[in-house]
C-alpha cells in the first residue's frame, strides 16, 4: 500500500530499497525557496543502522504492515530457533543467522519476547532489557573482595561467557543488561 508523504508518523513501517525500515523521526521542511520536503530518519529492522533520507511532498512511499508480537522461545535444533506466537500458538521458526549472535547468547528456555512479523515470518526479535540467569562456571570468589573494578569471566545458562565482579561465585544468579552484555548485580531470592 503507498502513501503520501504527509501520512508518515513515527513507528510507521516502510519498504525502502526491499528493506523494512521503521520511522524514528521525521521533519517536515518549508524553505523559503523552492518545494517542502520531508526528512526522515529511518532504522532497518534487521541490521538497526539508522539513515537519514529526504523525501519531496509529491513522492509516494510504500506502507508495510509490520506487526510486533510476544513470543515464546522453546528450544534450538540444527541452528533453527523455533518460538511459538502467544496469540495464535504456532510454532515459528528462526535461523541463527537471522538471529544474531547478541540474541542467540541471552536466549534462557520458555523466555517472552518481542517479535517483529512480517506476511507471517519473524524479522528480528527483540529481548527484554534485562534477564536473570545462573552462573554455571567461574573461578571461586575471594572473601572480603567486593569491589567492582576487578572482573572475571563466567559462564552463565545460556552458554554465554560475561565478565562479573571477583566476589560473583558459582550457582549465584545475577541480572544481565542484555543490549551491552554486561553484569548489573546479584540477586537473591
Not at 500500500?1 to 521503521?22: F, H, P, Q, R, Y
Not at 506502507?63 to 500458538?89: C, I, S, W
Not at 534462557?108 to 517483529?116: A, K, T, V, Y
Amino acid at each position: 500500500m503507498s502513501i503520501t508523504i504527509n501520512e508518515v508518523e513515527k513507528g510507521l513501517a516502510l519498504k525502502v530499497d526491499n528493506e523494512i525500515c521503521t520511522i524514528v523521526d521525521f521533519n517536515h521542511v518549508k524553505p523559503g525557496k523552492g518545494s517542502a520536503f520531508v526528512r526522515i530518519k529511518l532504522r532497518y529492522v534487521k541490521s538497526g543502522f539508522t539513515v537519514e533520507r529526504t523525501y519531496r511532498s509529491a513522492e509516494m512511499l510504500e506502507d508495510v504492515p509490520l506487526d510486533e508480537r510476544k513470543l515464546q522461545y522453546l528450544y534450538n535444533a540444527d541452528g533453527m530457533y523455533h518460538f511459538m506466537d502467544q496469540t495464535t500458538f504456532e510454532e515459528q521458526r528462526v535461523s541463527s543467522e537471522e538471529l544474531g549472535e547478541n540474541v542467540i547468547k541471552f536466549l534462557l528456555d520458555n523466555m517472552e519476547i518481542s517479535g517483529f512479523v512480517y506476511q507471517d515470518k519473524i524479522l528480528k526479535v527483540s529481548l527484554p532489557n534485562f534477564i536473570i540467569t545462573k552462573i554455571l562456571e567461574t573461578e571461586p570468589g575471594v572473601k572480603g573482595d567486593s569491589t567492582k573494578s576487578n572482573t572475571k569471566p563466567a559462564k552463565i545458562e545460556t552458554g554465554a561467557t560475561i565478565l562479573v565482579p571477583l566476589f560473583v561465585n558459582v550457582d549465584e544468579e545475577i541480572k544481565i543488561d542484555t543490549r551491552n552484555g554486561e553484569y548489573v548485580e546479584r540477586v537473591k531470592r
